[in-house]
């Protein structure tokens, strides 16, 4: 249920309804506007009666939540969330750029790939350490020796680290480092996953399961919430369909519907999305028209020789040329490419 309180409602009255919602065993979250606070009553409501929270005083009205998804639904929080990572904002009228190699392979890489793609204009640094390989036979990351990797390159650029986590084990490690943490598609609904990372407060990049549907990735999003961590950034990256043209299928329509349903931010994968750096610009400037708040892509020095995904990696020079493709597209849009500041060391 969804309790919307007077605009002149106290803080008193609003403590009193959250602990009456706490008393009745159901899980309380606010969410405080400008004008009026919201409050989530999170549970099974089917049998209570809307008049159990009406005769409290302050309390305007109260209203049945119908998307299952209750505390990433707009009817919950109808605003954008914003939220900060470390120098820029996400979810607002600017776009942010994510971008890095698939994994890191080596302190020169990384360092390399991280000042080519801030100069570019990136706003945070992606890199792998610890990889879901499809064959266990494959290269499976560098481990804690990657994550000082992108340590010295967040040091040296000021860019924020966006890095992939495979199991909760990994939690204490990966706190020390990392910024935001990445769920995987195939830890989409990695529940225990989703479970411990809803108590860090750390943001959440959560990408879409291979064939997952938008209500999945958003009741996957749900879970993380419940947890109290309201920094979730939802990530499509395309789908598993019949089609072998590309690495999977992008459902670019996935934008527009998550933007009405939910009020967290959306970005997507081009890289993933199509598999080979030919199209990732493409369907890059298509997701900014479609309302993306942001991009997250794969880039590499010297694709040919990557560990990993170097056929869908750009290299530095076309990451550039689609940074100003997506950049006029956002000015179309009456958006903006979220701005960066010159990197911290100069001739590394």
Known sequence: MLIIMKPNATPQQIENVVQHIKQTGLAAHLSQGIETTLIGAIGETHDMSTETFEVLDGVDMVKRITQPFKLASRQFHPENSVFPIDGFKVGGNDIVLIAGPCSVESRSQIL??????????????????????TSPYSFQGLGEQGLEH??????????????????????????????????????????????????????????????????????SAEYILAGGNKQVILCERGIRTFETATRNTTDINAIPVLKNLTHLPVILDPSHATGHADYVSAIARAAIAAGADGLIVEVHPDPARAVSDGKQSLKPE??????????????????RIAPVGKPLVVGW
């Open 112 to 133: 390399e790939t991280a000042h080519a793609v801030r100069e570019a204009g990136a706003n945070a640094l992606r890199g792998g350490v610890f990889k879901p390989r």
């Open 318 to 335: 076309k990451f550039a040329e689609m940074v100003k493709q997506v950049k006029a597209i956002a000015e179309v849009m009456g958006r």
């Open 150 to 219: 992108l340590a010295e390159a967040r040091e040296q650029t000021g860019m924020p680290i966006v890095v992939e986590i495979m199991s909760q084990t990994q939690l204490d490690l990966m706190l020390k480092y990392v910024d935001v943490f990445q769920v995987g598609a195939r830890n989409m609904q990695n529940f225990n996953l989703l479970r411990a990372l809803g108590e860090t407060r750390k943001t959440v990049l959560l990408k879409r399961g291979l064939s997952a549907t938008i209500e999945e990735l958003l009741m």
